[in-house]
């Protein structure tokens, strides 16, 4: 959910809702995962961020720790 949309001096950003689970960092932390599994979260996480991309958004802080799984 969107709850606000600005303008600021390096340019427009927005507010969206903290969803809930686990950072993709923490689940990477959390077991042993095997190559498959990880190759699986993170093409689901650049499919997320290209339907951003898609959009003509720009994410300038994608790491693990803002990745929700």
């Known amino acids: 959910r969107l ?3 600005g303008e600021c001096a390096q340019g427009t950003f927005l ?10 960092r923490a689940w990477l932390g959390a077991a ?11 093409l689901a996480a650049g499919r997320g961020l290209s339907a951003v ?4 958004l720009v994410h300038r802080d994608f790491k693990p720790d803002n990745v929700v799984v």
Do not use: C, I, N, Q
């Open 3 to 5: 709850y606000e949309r």
């Open 15 to 24: 507010v969206m809702e903290l969803l809930p689970g686990t950072t993709l």
């Open 32 to 42: 042993r995962r095997s190559w498959r599994e990880v190759l699986d979260a993170f």
């Open 53 to 56: 991309h898609a959009r003509r």
